[in-house]
């Protein structure tokens, strides 16, 4: 039994794009060095400051917003709260100033081509997403601190405690490391797979707060679809890549003006009913959130940032295609995350430990389930599309070009929605009594696949598409 216990509200976290480890952790890591500062009361105190960035932290960062999220952190800001229309210009007043405002108070010194170092040759050996803190006082103190961003957002410092943070565990209704666990659950209960996790969830907060967090990560996730299908423009980052979910949503529905996202919706589902209507849309609605994720967007990690549009899409397939009620949401959600739980126990959601298959491939399985729990199905049917997924994702590399979350993670998303949709209602239509291959099984192959796959797979830009398509790091 594995004894990491994982929240719904660690799988969905809402941040800033466009990576969830690369972005949303070294945001998380530096607000987490300056509490520790203050906590040691040193913040006020501090007289110069550097930072380190190792393998592949340092090799796609700058097209990933690591130094943008580590200077943002340093100054206070938060990635949940921070205004989205002009990050990067208050990154770049950061930058230009040499002067950072640390945790919004104190002036400190910070030259950035000199005092935030790219190890790009450099790697440590418990997780290729590395950084390095240190702070010298004006006492003559100098207080360091690693941290490792290890996937969807999710941190920890090399000197954390394992006894202080075994003695913040809670204890739940249904102990949880593999399907397995949760198959004997669903069968010895007969309760469904989001009743078994929304039991668990109970152990960190109320009814009322589930649902009130559930409500919130879904206004993101439809304001970033609704945004991201009408926002033109080219992504950021040198790669000229060109937003087609607002020229897509135009060319289905013409120039008629919405109000907002619930009059879009309804006039999306009044508008048509094909086939091909519908795979314009699901693959529309997951192109708008990642291309808001590449622009430095607000989205939620489904369970990361690269991965954040298959989720939604599939949802919106649900809410406008199948007739589905919004009041199903929180079932979706529920079982999802239970789906990303066991793989981030068992296996990883880090491209940077196991390339594309744990992120589009974790986040296709997890919407497959949910899906799945929404139009009916079983919860040993659930679990079955969640395997039908991730088996179609096996092996697939991390390779984005320029080192941005561009090329090919933008389409992957659209592929990831769609495959989501095929595995459902292939679980549907079958008797996973039946089944030659478990949820486990896959889980088990993925982590086996992630260990034999090269490092130039994985989210290094060294391989794959990466280097075969002729841009440069530097152009970017």
């Known amino acids: ?13 809402i941040g800033i794009g466009p990576s969830s480890s690369h972005t949303l952790g070294p945001w998380r890591a530096a607000q987490k060095f300056v509490q520790a500062l203050d906590k040691q009361g040193s913040v006020g105190s501090i007289s110069s400051l550097k930072v380190v960035l190792y393998g592949s932290l340092a090799k796609t960062g700058k097209g990933h917003g690591t130094d943008l999220a580590v200077l943002l952190g340093l100054s206070g800001f938060d990635p949940v709260t ?15 100033s ?6 919004g108070r104190y002036s400190v010194p910070f030259n950035f081509s000199e005092d935030l170092e790219f190890r790009m040759f450099e790697s440590l050996p418990d997780h290729p997403n ?62 469904a797979i989001s009743q078994i996790v929304h039991e668990n969830e109970l152990s960190w907060r109320s009814t009322a707060e589930i649902g009130r967090e559930l409500q919130a990560i879904w206004q993101v996730m439809k304001d970033s679809v609704f945004k991201g299908c009408h926002t033109r423009g080219v992504l950021p980052g ?39 209507y519908t795979l314009d849309w ?15 967007g607000r989205v939620v990690t489904s369970p990361t940032n690269g991965a954040a549009g298959v989720i939604p899409a599939v949802l919106l397939y649900y809410l406008i295609f199948c007739d589905g009620k919004e009041t199903d949401v929180m079932r979706f959600l529920l079982t999802a995350s239970e789906t990303g739980c066991i793989f981030k126990k068992s296996a990883t959601i880090s491209a940077a430990m196991g390339g594309c298959q744990a992120e589009i491939g974790v986040s296709s399985a997890m919407a497959a389930s949910g899906l799945t729990e929404v139009l009916g199905g079983t919860p040993q049917q659930c679990l079955m599309a969640a395997e039908i997924a991730m088996e179609h994702h096996l092996g697939m590399t991390c390779d984005p070009v320029g080192g941005l979350v561009q090329i090919p993670c933008i389409e992957r998303n659209t592929m990831g929605a769609i495959k989501a949709i095929t595995a459902a209602q292939l679980a549907l239509h079958s008797d996973p009594k039946v089944a030659k291959v478990s949820l486990d099984n896959v889980v088990k192959t993925m982590w086996e696949t992630a260990q034999d796959m090269h490092s130039r797979y994985k989210e290094t830009s060294e391989g794959g598409l990466a280097i075969n398509i002729p841009i440069s790091l530097s152009d970017c």
């Open 282 to 296: 699901v693959s529309c609605f997951a192109l708008a959130v990642n291309e808001e994720n590449a622009a430095y």
């Open 130 to 191: 590395a950084l390095t803190f240190t702070a010298f006082t004006t006492g003559g103190l100098e207080i360091s601190e690693t941290y490792f961003s290890i996937g969807g957002g999710f941190i920890y410092g090399k000197s954390d405690d394992p006894a202080q943070t075994k003695s913040r565990r809670v204890l739940l209704a249904y102990p949880i490391g593999f399907a397995n666990d949760l198959l004997g659950y669903v069968e010895g209960s007969g309760k």
């Open 98 to 103: 040499s002067v950072i405002q640390l945790d």
């Open 1 to 13: 039994m594995q004894e990491e216990q994982i929240s719904v509200f660690d799988i969905f976290k």
């Open 82 to 96: 921070i205004p989205t229309h002009n990050i990067t210009e208050t990154f770049d007043i950061i930058r230009h």
């Open 238 to 276: 040198g790669l000229e890549v060109k937003r087609r979910a607002a020229e897509i949503n135009q060319t289905l529905l013409g120039n008629e003006h919405y109000d907002g996202y619930s009059q879009w919706t309804e006039r999306i589902k009044t508008k048509d009913t094909g086939f091909q």
